[in-house]
């Protein structure tokens, strides 16, 4: 019988393992934030502009009570406006104060009244005082005595109906002197310029206010979106680092 001979075979030699490389990691800068450029806001409006808007608006009204009183309601009633310029009826009406007379009746004159009466009919020259007394005649005629506040003795003449010019209807202290200036042709010219001036510089004081609010709301309303366009999301948990 033959023998088989079976040579061991040598055992297979372990590779080594390996060795495990880290794996390179690369530092990730955080995210960097790009601030909204800056705006410089327009400065605030001062004191003075806010006073001067108000003296202007105060000038404004009161020219055109000026107007009223000395052009409009005495056009539109008939009236007179006319100037004190002595002291004989203070204090009730100092001298520059400005009066309105309205047309009246000689009969509707009442002891007590401030009555207007030419100093000679036909002519320009009037005085204003208060009635006195009354007198009527035989024939139905009437006088009427006039005396100034101020004075201690009664004027004079007797005025006839003729002489009446009108009653007092209301009186602006001071102002007699502004009606003096703008008498005449003058008036039909200045007091409409000077309001107009007014107006026009109400316009702008306004006008230029509401352009700078404009100017200023705008300029916040792209600082804010400036800064949300530049604020980065943020990342979802677990997410890798890109």
Do not use: C
């Not at 960097?32 to 105060?58: F, I, N, Q, R």
Request: glycine share 8%; charged share 15%.
């Amino acid at each position: 019988m033959t023998a088989i001979q079976i040579q061991p075979t040598p055992d297979r030699v372990a590779e080594p393992a390996e060795a495990s490389v880290p794996a390179a990691s690369v530092p990730v800068d955080p995210p960097t934030t790009v601030d909204p450029p800056t705006t410089v806001d327009p400065p605030e409006k001062s004191l003075l502009h806010y006073l001067g808007l108000a003296v202007s608006g105060a000038i404004l009204l009161l020219v055109i009570a000026l107007a009223l009183l000395l052009i409009v309601v005495p056009k539109v009633t008939g009236s007179t406006p006319l100037t004190v310029l002595t002291s004989s009826m203070e204090p009730t009406l100092p001298p520059g104060t400005l009066i309105i007379v309205r047309p009246v009746t000689p009969d509707e004159i009442r002891i007590g009244d401030v009555v207007t009466y030419q100093i000679r009919s036909g002519e320009q020259g009037v005085i204003t005082h208060r009635v006195t007394a009354i007198s009527s005649s035989s024939a139905g005629g009437r006088t009427f005595t006039f005396k100034g506040d101020n004075n201690s003795v009664a004027d004079a003449d007797q005025v006839l109906p003729v002489q009446i010019q009108g009653r007092l209807w209301y009186s602006v202290p001071w102002v007699g002197w502004v009606n003096n200036a703008v008498n005449g042709q003058s008036r039909s010219w200045i007091v409409p310029i000077i309001a107009g001036l007014l107006f026009a510089y109400m316009g702008y004081m306004f006008a230029s206010g509401a352009v700078s609010a404009l100017r200023k709301r705008r300029r916040a309303r792209a600082a804010a979106a400036t800064r949300i366009a530049a604020t980065p999301e943020p990342a979802a948990p677990g997410s890798p680092l890109r």
